[in-house]
């Protein structure tokens, strides 16, 4: 039988034992709906309470400040789309990166074609890095929003969040801009980063249950007492009205234990994960010519590997590897379905022919020394048969 071996946690992660076992009382016994007022609403109203709490602890914030959505893209959106639409009067300028998700990306898109905003698009380094001086140099008087994702789900480069939101903070101050509001999506960040929202300086944060051992269909997006958003649907007074509908009660279960866990163990995972990164990363460039890794070589995720193999497509590598039990990708799951190549190696700088040769790996929980083995003895065979049928010869600067 081939081994299974499961490297696409960027992707989503398998649901925690631990955190099933918290969500399975609300999937079952404790069926009611929070908004009603009898006493078997009142019981599932003071779970989803007692979860906002939990979170709100590990963020370092106050529960009201919490809003539960149904996962990282709805979150990106209120907080782009909600904050530029109530508070368009105080200007209409906006500042991304070329490199973020694209909930991120198409909302700003949207305001900006549709809506009358104007986006200010930061290029990064060769290894995907947004420095603060960018970041400043780019606001002005009309600007209300920033949005920098903390690290990135594709190359795993950690953006100096803190700094930059520091320098934000300042600026407003100076300038007396209280408009100007810095927002981040965390969702890759919170298996392995400090998610301390005060000393992160973010007005406004994104989570992802599926990224950390939790259940799908699940999110949150803090949001900074005073902020006013424009709710996106419309229908009801759950979560301050501006996620009407019904509460997704197991799956808010499921994640304040998610985060929990994760924040728990972080540091742990990461100490155990960094030296399985760096071999994995090691092993495939030993073993293989024309190769580049993608991100910072240090300022990444402890679980993220993303490699160029020049001369072949990472979309065929990617079904080899599958027919031998490795699972990975070549980007972001939610673009999966499109044949263009990653947005975040053509922001790099990169040609067509590197983007489309990228492959993601993420590790993860049940990633051992032995699945890292396998991978770096597998693929040399495989890379050398697609490269026997590839037309394609990418010239060498590109991975000098």
Known sequence: MKPTVYLDHAATTPLDPRVYEAMLPYLTEHFGNPSSFHSIGKTVKDAVDQAREQVAHLLHVRSDEILFTSGGTESDNLAILGYARKNQEQGKHLITTRIEHHAVLEAMLHLEKKEGFEVTYLETDRDGLISPEQVEAALREDTILVSIMYANNEIGTIEPIAVIGNMIQKWREVRKRPALKFHTDACQASEYLELDVESL???????????????????LLYVKRGIKLQPLQFGGAQERALRPGTE????????????????????????RLIPLRDRLIEGIQSSLKKTRLNGHPQQRLPNNVNISIMDIEGEALILYLDAHGIYASTGSACTSASLDPSHVILAL??????????????????????DIEYVIQTLPALVQKLRSLSPVRVDEKYFL
């Open 349 to 370: 700088g990169l040609p067509y022919e590197v983007a489309h040769g990228s492959v993601r790996f993420t590790l993860g929980h049940s990633t051992t020394n032995e």
């Open 201 to 219: 300086h973010v007005d406004m944060l994104t989570l992802n249950g599926s990224k950390m051992y939790g259940p799908k269909g699940i999110g």
């Open 248 to 271: 997704n009660v197991a799956g808010i279960i499921g994640m304040a234990k998610a985060l929990e866990l994760a924040q728990k163990d972080r540091e742990n995972e990461s100490i």
